[in-house]
């Protein structure tokens, strides 16, 4: 009895190690070195020569992520997080109270982060379906409101306590999140994010904000848009930091990568 007890023993210790290694590799952990594509609208060129795809959640249906997949590709979920949109099939979800301030995008306003009671279900609704149709992370857009003119009294406290959030509801779902811009508070979100997304960081000489991404062997992209590559690349390829030039209707008429 003794010795089938000790067996036991060794098969709960073997399961618990392999429980342990399954939680770890959960989700997807992107190398540093990840090549990557951007396109937001427009039918999506699935030919380009990167390791990861950037597309709209909701537009993006789940067979396109299988195709990209059956290509070898890693396939990004880009859902707002911080605006509201209101071409998308779930703007009534949001009550008017939650509405501040246009963000300069026509159809988007600034949303009232404080709110978590009205904004978790909806953005856990939004995850669902990029974790359904397959995809492999998200990118959740115009996370830095507190440090926008949102027509709320936002606190980075605040915006921090809505960012982790997110994290950890993604991470719920098996899927990988990006940190997107929000270069003030990198070193408080880097231990909860795979990587950062962040746009014209050379163009606003905030760059080695990202540092701390990749100190932990974590990518950090860069997308810039009014700056030719022979302005950044060279920086960016010093530095670490996988960066390429698109237009700013992320469109792919543009697409010049620095790798």
Not at 98 to 120: A, M, T, Y
Not at 178 to 198: I, R, S, V, W
Not at 207 to 220: E, I, M, T, W
Not at 223 to 239: G, I, K, P, Q, V
Request: proline letters at 5%; one cysteine or more; aromatic letters at 10%.
């Amino acid at each position: 009895m003794r010795r089938l007890l000790g067996g036991l023993g060794l098969l709960a210790a073997a399961l618990a190690l392999a429980g342990a290694g399954a939680c770890a590799a959960a989700w997807w952990q992107p190398p540093q070195h990840l090549t990557w594509y951007w396109q937001l609208t427009g039918k999506v060129a699935t030919g380009e020569p990167v390791a990861a795809y950037d597309i709209d959640g909701f537009e993006s249906t789940a067979a396109t992520v299988a195709a990209l997949h059956a290509r070898g590709k890693h396939v990004i979920c880009y859902i707002d997080a911080g605006t509201s949109e209101n071409w998308r099939p779930d703007f009534h979800a949001f009550p008017r109270s939650v509405l501040g301030r246009s963000n300069g995008w026509p159809g988007e306003r600034w949303l009232d982060i404080r709110r978590l009671d009205v904004l978790e279900p909806i953005m856990s609704a939004r995850f669902r379906m990029c974790a359904e149709k397959g995809f492999d992370a998200i990118e959740p857009d115009n996370i830095e409101g507190y440090a926008n003119s949102s027509g709320f009294p936002l606190s980075a406290s605040e915006q921090l306590t809505y960012n982790d959030w997110i994290a950890q509801e993604a991470h719920s779902l098996g899927l990988a999140v990006l940190q997107k811009n929000d270069a003030q508070q990198t070193a408080q979100l880097q231990p909860h994010f795979e990587g950062a997304l962040t746009e014209q960081c050379n163009q606003y000489r905030e760059c080695a904000s990202f540092d701390p991404y990749l100190a932990a062997g974590k990518p950090v992209l860069n997308a810039e848009y009014r700056l030719s590559t022979a302005r950044f690349c060279a920086a960016d390829n010093a530095a670490g930091v996988m960066g390429a030039r698109f237009d700013l209707g992320l469109d792919g008429r543009v697409f010049q990568p620095c790798w």
